[in-house]
């Protein structure tokens, strides 16, 4: 199949911008994308938890994550759904924080991602941690707002934005790289915008994969 | 062929909906019966092989096979949209690849529960997907579209809409218009709110799957009243554009 033919007239309106991932285009909006509802969730009830392959599971309530150390961090994101937003001004506990306390165990190699409301996203763990992955609590400069995955998100931008789980409650580590979510639905296991793993096709090991849209 | 991988659709025909919104007909070499809900990619490619990709719903239904209809709004200095409308004549090719999607989407199968559309402007197209395939397919699970649109110019679909709902007494339509409703309109004027929410949900059934899809604000208004009304989080399903369109 000729995968490049010219669209006769078809001309760039946009720079070329190299830090535009491909198949992305820039925007200055903060488009929301949710499968349902915006859940709600009352600060005192709120909690995040590490469990999974650990030695010992631990949890924060919000008190008390909200005096962990934390940095400031200006990603670029990148939806799948093809818009990037460049320079975001966000808050949060990285999570190679939040693994000083916790022993993992060895055969600890992945990550579900799960979410007040029943999402789920599934990473590698090497993704999450080097100053790779942190849970953001405030975005350009306000506490982050519901329809945007407050009053805590994942922000995991060197991955499509999908990876970075809404009204995240905590991180599971598993042995084996199990489906979230979109993943179960045909997205990528991975979903880095560079190599353009939009969908589970696009991975590298695509057609080993049991799973099929 | 993989249906994620890109083919050249040919452009059959180009039918204007509104002042700004046209539905193409593309003819697909390999087609792959779609659910109700999905979308596809298009992809244009500039001299130099600089590419841009945008989403588009499917707004024909799975049985309408070998093409499938794609309604694209003008968005202000859409780079897509904007050669899709000034550029592309029917005969011409344009690469696609799909169907995608597994989530917005109703099956559409017999003994379904009833069904509560709600869109706001192009957020009507996939809605029109699955309103299509339950009058093809002769199912008569009772349905209701709340229809949310700015003024009567911007409704999209509005007369096979309306002879829809004239042909089938199980097919209700619902409008409100949010800026100018035609002349001597007594239906709603305004966005959706809990009373206009809850007069809908009166209208049906009991326990209906609710779809909402359209700019944020409606989404997120409807999907919270929906869900504080008490129907479960699992039967409203959104689907949102952002103000950058699809």
Redesign the interface.
Same mark, same amino acid.
């Given at each position: 199949m000729a995968d490049f033919f010219v669209n006769k007239g078809f001309r760039p309106r946009r720079q070329s911008n190299p830090q535009l991932p491909p198949g992305q285009y820039e925007t200055t909006d903060f488009p929301v994308l949710t499968a349902g509802p915006t859940p709600r969730i009352a600060l005192s009830q709120w909690e995040f938890r590490l469990e999974g392959l650990v030695e010992e599971p631990v949890k924060w309530s919000w008190d008390e994550f909200n005096k962990l150390p934390m940095q400031d961090f200006n990603p670029d994101i990148h939806c799948v759904t093809k818009w990037s937003k460049f320079n975001t001004r966000w808050r949060g506990v990285s999570v190679d924080t939040l693994l000083e306390h916790v022993r993992l165990k060895p055969e600890a190699q992945f990550v579900t991602e799960f979410s007040y409301g029943g999402y789920t996203t599934n990473l590698p763990l090497a993704d999450l941690r080097g100053g790779k992955g942190f849970v953001g609590l405030q975005f350009e400069g306000e506490p982050l707002a519901p329809e945007h995955g407050g009053p805590a998100r994942l922000v995991v931008p060197h991955l499509y934005f999908w990876k970075s789980a809404k009204w995240v409650q905590g991180l599971r580590f598993t042995a084996q790289d199990e489906p979230g979510f979109w993943e179960r639905a045909g997205y990528s296991m991975r979903g880095d915008p560079w190599k353009e793993q939009r969908y589970l096709d696009d991975d590298e090991d695509a057609g080993t994969g049991a799973i099929r849209l | 062929?993989?249906r994620?991988?890109?083919?050249?659709a040919t452009v059959t025909a180009i039918r204007p909906e509104t002042p700004r919104v046209k539905t193409f007909t593309l003819a697909l070499p390999a087609f792959t019966p779609h659910l109700a809900g999905q979308h596809y990619d298009l !992809?244009?490619?500039? @001299?130099g $092989? /600089?590419?841009?990709? !945008?989403?588009y719903s499917v707004a024909s239904p799975p049985e309408q096979t070998g093409e499938i209809e794609l309604t694209v709004e003008l968005i202000a200095?859409g @780079?897509v949209s $904007? /050669?899709l409308f000034e $550029?592309?004549a029917v005969g011409?090719?344009?690469?696609v690849r799909g169907p995608?999607?597994?989530?917005?989407v109703w099956p559409g199968a017999a003994g379904a529960a009833p069904l509560l559309l709600v869109g706001g402007g192009s957020g009507v197209v996939p809605l029109m997907a699955m309103l299509r395939h339950r009058q093809r397919v002769g199912l008569r699970v009772p349905a209701l579209l709340l229809l949310v649109v700015r003024t009567p110019e911007d409704a999209i679909y509005h007369a096979e809409l309306e002879a829809m709902a004239q042909a089938d007494p199980a097919f209700t339509l619902v409008l409100s218009y949010t800026r100018q409703a035609p002349a001597g309109w007594a239906g709603y004027q305004r966005r959706p709110d809990a009373p206009m929410l809850a007069e809908v949900l009166a209208r049906l059934p009991p326990s209906p799957q609710c779809y909402v899809c359209g700019p944020?604000g409606l989404? @997120?208004t409807v999907?919270?009243t929906?869900?504080a009304s008490g129907l479960p989080?699992?039967a409203?399903?959104? @689907? !949102?554009?952002?103000?950058?369109g !699809?």
């Open positions: - | 062929m993989s994620l991988d890109w083919q050249q !992809r244009l490619t500039a @001299e $092989g /600089y590419q841009a990709e !945008r989403s200095d @780079e $904007g /050669y $550029g592309v011409d090719l344009l690469a995608i999607g597994g989530y917005f944020t989404v @997120e999907a919270n929906l869900q989080p699992t409203i399903l959104t @689907e !949102r554009f952002g103000p950058t !699809r």
